[in-house]
């Protein structure tokens, strides 16, 4: 038999489609810099500084006053120095023996050596306050942006943009890294060109504003090449996002057997690669740009120093300025010079870091805003009953509703079980059920309460869920069970939640038992199987010992033993809650005093299994398909 299909190993694999063009579908379709007008830029990097100054002061307040101190310290010995500098060219360049000349300078030189050397130390001493502060600003900012995502209301994730909104926030809490040294490298070269300024005024006027034309070029330039830097920024923000999780599900050892047994390697490389290229192709197209920018800056800026340094000369040679002052402003010239170079530059990276410091600020005030706010009302007592009154749920962006005018009453004590194709609706409903989401139309209401005005986390204090999807958490085992409930000493009802889901045999096995780290990508992790995984998930949910349990496929991954187990348990302590099965091995139903079929994101049979088994409808065409084999 001959076969037609590609050989990759002989290179006939036709290359596959590159990946469509994503565009950046966040808050800022349209690119805020076509905004940015140049004094707005200005007009933003004072108060960058000083989100970045109060942020500071609450994390370490001496470590800023020591930052201060020493920029204060900075400043003064770059004045004295000058000051003392002119000072003692007068006697150097006066007349008299080279030993008379010498010890006239001498008391002046020795105040430029002190504050040299008080300069140098308090450099030393900044940086030292620097580092102190740095690390923790961006653990704060990066905790900050992890709490303000678990925090913000789940609808928020399946709205447009979200995603590339977190990402943009991410190159934020990165920027934080710099973001002191940046403002401190600033503010120290501002005084130093306050202070050298202020010298070579009190020297010749003239030279101060020749000398001011000289670096502005520069500074337009930085800014300029700043934006043009955060426009690829933005333009790549969402071939990075999907880049990011691709690179993630690529290299996880978790899906490793699938991307080879799939022979997913070459596609999944062949991916990357073109994301990679297209921000690629993003950033080398905006360098002709960078560069106009910078041979234009560099030209205005040599011309203007020409000019300073023909000024200074003429004063000098014309007899305008005598020979001492001359040579102060040589040096004034030169450290003015270093310091305007310094501001231009640290300008231009504060103000870099405002714009992606101002993403992660305006999405952590968008998160603040999407956190739930409901209502003040708690949740307690036991839950006795959860009515659903014509319940509408619709994702963002979605033309139809995923659940459509849905009632239903249930009663603690009662086991439900929710049956429906694939799309029917069925964990969209427990997400309402839960108060995860609020609906459009109609209510959830727990003992006669509406969740829409309940405090959430009173609600799920009393919930407990296995979601289809789960996390394997890279934690203890124990975390892996306790998670989410207050931490107990006492390890009796961890073991209680592990045997009811008959998983003492296998942790006992394990090298720590319940301290077992489990991650296998750690050093000294272990991993568990799939099914193991699952029993996991179930017995996090039973250690709560919720209300509301909700289990959404919770065995397809056991083996018969595990699966029997979990249902003769849930059957066990059922009395005590209301427990909701969703489930497509139609079998499992049998537990359930009552089951719903959803079709199309609504109700359209619902009873006890024998009645539904030969009703006739879409529940007995579904199990006579389960049970043809
Ligand atoms: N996060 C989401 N964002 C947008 N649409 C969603 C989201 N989750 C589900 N949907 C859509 O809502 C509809 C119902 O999905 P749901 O997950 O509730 O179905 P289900 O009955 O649980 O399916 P399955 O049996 O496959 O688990 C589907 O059309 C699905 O595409």
Redesign the pocket.
């Known amino acids: 038999m001959t076969s037609t299909a590609p050989d990759p190993a002989q290179g006939a694999t036709p290359p596959p489609p590159p990946p469509a063009e994503i565009t950046y579908t966040g808050q800022y379709s349209v690119n805020p810099l076509a905004e940015v007008s140049f004094r707005r830029v200005c007009a933003r990097i004072p108060a960058v500084l000083g989100r970045i100054g109060r942020l500071s002061w609450r994390i370490d307040r001496r470590a800023v006053q020591l930052l201060l101190g020493c920029q204060l310290l900075t400043g003064v010995s770059a004045a004295v120095l000058l000051t003392a500098t002119a000072r003692a060219m007068e006697p150097v360049l006066g007349a008299g023996s080279a030993g008379d000349r010498l010890r006239g300078a001498l008391p002046a030189l020795l105040v430029v050596a002190v504050a040299s050397g008080v300069a140098r130390t308090a450099g030393a001493v900044a940086s030292y306050a620097e580092r102190r502060i740095t690390p923790r600003l961006t653990t704060e900012t990066d905790s900050a942006l992890v709490e303000a995502v678990c925090r913000v209301e789940a609808v928020a994730?399946?709205e447009d943009g979200f995603s590339d909104r977190r990402e943009a926030a991410e190159m934020g809490v990165m920027r934080t890294h710099v973001m002191v040294t940046d403002a401190q490298r600033l503010v120290s070269a501002v005084i130093r060109m306050v202070t050298a300024g202020g010298v070579l005024s009190v020297l010749n006027p003239l030279m101060l504003p020749l000398l001011l034309l000289a670096v502005l070029p520069a500074g337009v330039g930085a800014v300029l090449s700043a934006r043009v830097d955060y426009e690829i920024h933005y333009g790549n923000i969402a071939d990075r996002n999907v880049r990011g999780m691709m690179r993630w599900w690529a290299t996880e050892s978790k899906y490793s057997d699938e991307v080879r047994a799939n022979s997913m390697t070459g596609y999944l490389v062949f991916w990357y690669r073109a994301l990679s290229d297209r921000c690629d192709r993003r950033t080398l197209a905006a360098a002709p740009r960078t560069l106009r920018i910078a041979l234009l800056s560099a030209l205005a800026g040599g011309l203007f120093l020409m000019a300073t340094w023909g000024v200074l000369a003429w004063l000098a040679v014309s007899g305008r300025v005598d020979l001492a002052l001359a040579a102060t402003a040589v040096i004034a010239v030169q450290t003015l010079l270093a310091a305007l170079s310094q501001v231009v530059v640290n300008g231009a990276a504060v103000f870099h870091t405002s714009l992606y410091l101002g993403d992660m600020q305006t999405f952590l005030d968008d998160a603040a805003a999407r956190a739930p706010r409901r209502g003040p009302r708690r949740l307690s007592g036991p839950v006795e009953e959860i009515r659903l009154e014509e319940v509408v749920y619709r994702?963002?962006?979605?033309d139809?509703p995923?659940?459509e005018g849905v009632s239903l009453t249930l009663r603690r004590g009662q086991v439900l079980a929710?049956v429906?194709?694939?799309?029917?609706?069925?964990?969209?409903?427990?997400?309402l059920l839960t108060g995860i989401y609020l609906p459009d139309k109609g209510t959830v209401a727990w003992n006669g309460t509406d969740l829409a005005g309940v405090e959430p986390a009173t609600v799920w204090a009393n919930t407990g869920l296995v979601p289809?999807i789960f996390a394997q958490w890279p934690l203890r085992l124990r975390e892996n069970v306790t998670l989410g409930q207050p931490r107990t000493v006492d390890d009796a009802p961890v073991w209680e939640a592990i045997d009811a889901v008959g998983l003492r045999g296998a942790v006992d096995e394990l090298p720590s038992g319940l301290d077992t780290l489990l991650a296998r990508d750690v050093f000294g992790g272990t991993e568990l199987s799939g099914g193991q995984w699952q029993r996991i998930a179930c017995s996090r949910a039973l250690y709560r010992r919720p209300a509301l349990l909700i289990l959404?496929?919770p065995t397809s991954q056991m083996d018969p033993r595990g699966e029997h187990q979990i249902f003769e348990r849930i059957k066990a302590i059922a009395a005590d809650r209301i427990t909701i099965v969703?489930t497509?091995q139609l079998e499992n139903t049998r537990i359930a005093d009552h089951i719903i079929v959803?079709e199309e994101?609504r109700i359209t049979e619902q009873g006890r299994y024998d009645d539904l088994a030969h009703g006739g409808g879409t529940f007995a065409e579904l199990l006579e398909l389960s049970q043809d084999r």
């Open positions: 994730y399946a994702y963002p962006g979605k139809k995923a659940v929710i429906g194709a694939n799309g029917s609706g069925k964990s969209t409903l427990t997400r289809q959404d496929e969703v497509h959803m994101g």
